[in-house]
């Protein structure tokens, strides 16, 4: 992958902390307990998406920076016209 867009929807956001065990260096919990981004770019690409997906709320949007491709969580694919 390249470069990382990373975000944190703090209204879904439950500060269960997963993020920021698997992450530390990218994700930090806030003054209330929620996790903020502190340097997408400061794990590796794989340790990002994990950290994404091991959120229960899915409250992390993981998207790459160049192609605006959103990672996590997956886009619903779209269903061809009947």
């Given at each position: 992958m390249s470069r990382l867009r990373v975000s944190v929807n703090s209204g879904k956001c439950q500060a269960y902390g997963r993020c920021t065990a698997i992450a530390p260096a990218?994700?930090?919990p806030g003054p209330d307990g929620k996790a903020t981004v502190l340097q997408p770019d400061a794990a590796?690409?794989?340790e990002v998406v994990k950290a994404a997906r091991s959120c229960p709320y899915r409250a992390?949007?993981?998207t790459v920076d160049a192609t605006n491709e959103q990672v996590f969580p997956p886009l619903p694919k779209s269903?061809?016209?009947k």
């Amino acid at each position: 992958m390249s470069r990382l867009r990373v975000s944190v929807n703090s209204g879904k956001c439950q500060a269960y902390g997963r993020c920021t065990a698997i992450a530390p260096a990218v994700f930090t919990p806030g003054p209330d307990g929620k996790a903020t981004v502190l340097q997408p770019d400061a794990a590796p690409d794989e340790e990002v998406v994990k950290a994404a997906r091991s959120c229960p709320y899915r409250a992390i949007t993981v998207t790459v920076d160049a192609t605006n491709e959103q990672v996590f969580p997956p886009l619903p694919k779209s269903q061809p016209p009947k």
